[in-house]
């Protein structure tokens, strides 16, 4: 037991199975599963979802349903590897658009090495925080998503008829989506024009897409997040475009980007042309605002990092707790750990220096 009390699933002295060829091929095709999914959905409604607690999900289904197999150290490792898809489609999916706004289009090659890139880099630098932010920031910081994953995790032997309910909705999803769109036996999106303050001039549109992919992007993200995101949607095209379209009834020559007079254009365009960067504007300074208020966290935890890099320098490996020594891997790999602070890295968490790793399933000892 640590310090502040946490009792670790997996005991620091107990060995168990967790980076296995087998954790790790089902982890990578879970990997890019989710992240072709989480694609999709980011560029289709502006935000993904967490794929940890599915593919912890599947990841029970398959080696503990199916093969008979598995530990519950090998399913945190393969809902890790398989949750970074999720992370690194993100990270595409928010920036190379923006490369494409300014007439930059980088070539898939392109993309595959900037991803490639910023993946690994963010792995290294989540290697010296994560005792920090993790270990040391316990108490305060309870990571909901991750203990909710790893409680999933340790109820295990429920795995089959949770796996059941992912799969029954991911056949009930597809055969929606293949009589909507590919039979075209109703509309995905539906919608009217109307006029407010009974002013023609005035005047907008509202519109519904009934889709089960929003259906479950709704359910995941709770219903606080999807009504700040409704409230979004309401100020946008019920306040204003009303607005803009009130204000520039009367003017006689274009307001840039648009080329054409605001009198002359449909809702849409005003959205297109106007709307969308007061989104993004907004959402630019909420990144600035949640940067200042972790700024401290983020000082403390590098420097937490190199007070831990030069502290376990001087422990040989056996006076380290088992579940702080590093994995046996490869010189290469070894040596890139260490640069990072990885002689930590190994807490019972399947030895992957991820930062999504459940709560849950580590050792939080002070080492």
């Known amino acids: 037991m640590s310090n502040n009390g946490f009792q670790p699933y997996i005991k620091p002295e107990q060995e168990v199975s967790e ?11 879970l990997a890019v599963i989710f992240g072709a999914a989480n694609a999709y959905v980011g560029l289709k409604v502006g935000m993904t979802v967490s794929a940890s607690i599915p593919a912890a999900v599947i990841s029970m289904a398959i080696l503990g349903g199916v093969l008979r197999k ?39 090659l392109q993309i595959f090495i900037i991803s490639a890139l910023g993946g690994c880099f963010g792995i290294l630098f989540m290697i010296p925080l994560r005792r920090f932010l993790i270990v040391k920031e316990h108490n305060n910081l309870p990571y909901p998503e991750g203990t909710a994953c790893a409680k999933i995790l340790i109820a295990r032997e429920h795995g089959g008829g949770k796996a059941k309910l992912v799969f029954n909705g991911v056949f009930l999803g597809g055969i929606y989506k293949l009589l909507m769109e590919g039979l075209g036996l109703w509309k ?121 890099i030069f502290r376990f320098a001087k422990f040989p490996p056996e006076a380290l707790a088992s579940l702080q020594r590093p994995l046996r891997l490869p010189p290469l790999a070894r040596l890139a750990l260490r640069g990072g602070g990885g002689d930590e890295a190994r807490e019972r968490s399947g030895g992957l220096p991820l930062a999504d790793i459940p709560p849950g399933l580590t050792a939080r000892g002070e080492g």
């Open 19 to 29: 980076f296995t060829l087998r954790a790790i091929i089902l982890g990578i095709i």
């Open 70 to 108: 598995g530990t519950v150290l090998e399913n945190n490792v393969v809902q890790a590897i398989g949750s970074s898809g999720e992370s690194l489609a993100a990270g595409v999916i928010f920036t190379i658009p923006a490369l494409i706004f300014f007439n930059i289009s980088p070539t898939i």
């Open 188 to 308: 995905g999106i539906v919608g009217t024009d109307i006029t407010l303050c009974r002013n023609p001039a005035v005047s907008t549109t509202i519109s519904a897409e009934v889709s089960p992919i929003l259906l479950g992007v709704g359910y995941i993200i709770g219903l606080k997040i999807t009504a700040v995101m409704f409230a979004g949607a309401v100020l946008g095209w019920l306040v204003l475009i009303p607005m803009i379209k009130l204000i520039g009834a009367n003017l006689s020559a274009p307001i840039p980007p648009a080329d054409t007079i605001i009198s002359q254009l449909s809702t849409r365009e005003i959205w297109h042309n106007y709307i969308r960067y007061i989104g993004a504007g907004a959402v630019i300074v909420g990144g600035v605002i949640s940067l200042i208020k972790i700024f401290p966290t983020i000082i403390q935890s590098f420097k937490q990092a190199l007070i831990n």
